[in-house]
């Protein structure tokens, strides 16, 4: 008989069996997979790309550079990072099929096919021997994640030494009356929205309750530091609905 865990985790404001979790999150990215792009742009007022263009500021990718972009999905931030460098190779890991599916078709009508590889797999048990990579990249994927912290620790295993980390994701507002105000946008149009224009009111409210309950900036920074990154950083995009952190393998 198959071992089961009684140790229970958060899904959105839900709490559930660590061990559910992961299908729980591929079954909101199945059903998201195919409007992702568009959704993504539609909520976000297109601001996610300005974030994502921060990433790769910060980032600054150089030619030859071997990127692992986990939690990738359709493959927005390897497009973004392959360009960026000029030549380069990015392998594109997610735990949803789908979501990768959508991502070869972008990157064959880019024809840019021949700098990826597509892989189905968990951030938490990279399938990569230590110090392959020269940057990791995750980009609103850690907080779906069962374990942030193996994640982490994973990300500092698989980067070659001198290897960079980056991390894009929902944060919290440090001032408490502009939290308050993005709450209420948050939590009263993005499922309206998700339900109105993708028929889809779950995964929505899937993805403001998990933002809610991502810990914030510092603490997060705290979990960088743990996984052994130096060099530890992090900076807020728009008043820090998103942040960055930025870490190195020394
Ligand atoms: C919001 S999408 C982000 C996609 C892309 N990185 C972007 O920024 O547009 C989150 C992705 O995380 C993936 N994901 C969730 N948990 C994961 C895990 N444990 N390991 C790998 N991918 C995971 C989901 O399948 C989904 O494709």
Not at 34 to 44: E, F
Not at 71 to 76: F, I, K, L, N, P
Not at 114 to 134: E, H, I, K, Q, R
């Amino acid at each position: 008989m198959a071992e089961t865990s009684d140790k229970t985790t958060h899904f959105g404001f839900q709490t559930v069996p660590e061990d559910e979790k992961a299908s729980r999150v591929q079954g909101v990215f199945n059903s998201v997979a195919s409007k992702y792009d568009i959704m993504n742009d539609v909520m976000s007022a297109g601001i996610h790309r300005v974030w994502k263009d921060a990433m790769m500021d910060w980032l600054a990718p150089r030619p030859g550079q071997r990127l692992l972009d986990v939690a990738g999905g359709t493959g927005d931030i390897s497009f973004r990072f392959l360009k960026r460098a000029g030549h380069g190779h990015a392998t594109v890991l997610d735990l949803t099929e789908p979501m990768l599916v959508e991502g070869r078709k972008r990157a064959e009508a880019a024809q840019m096919a021949d700098s990826l590889d597509w892989v189905v797999g968990d951030a938490m048990a990279l399938p990569f021997p230590d110090n392959t990579f020269d940057v990791y990249s995750i980009s609103f994927g850690i907080r779906n994640v069962t374990r942030p912290q193996d994640a982490l620790n994973e990300a500092f295993r698989v980067l070659r030494p001198g290897g960079r980390l980056m991390v894009l994701e929902f944060s919290q507002l440090p001032n408490p009356a502009m939290q308050k105000l993005y709450d209420l946008y948050s939590f009263n149009v993005i499922p309206r929205m998700g339900q109105l224009i993708a028929n889809d009111r779950d995964s929505y409210q899937y993805l403001v309750e998990s933002i809610r309950r991502f810990p914030d900036q510092e603490t997060f920074l705290g979990m960088v530091r743990q996984a052994g990154f130096g060099n530890a950083k992090y900076r807020n995009l728009t008043m820090g609905i998103a942040a960055l952190h930025s870490g190195w393998k020394l």
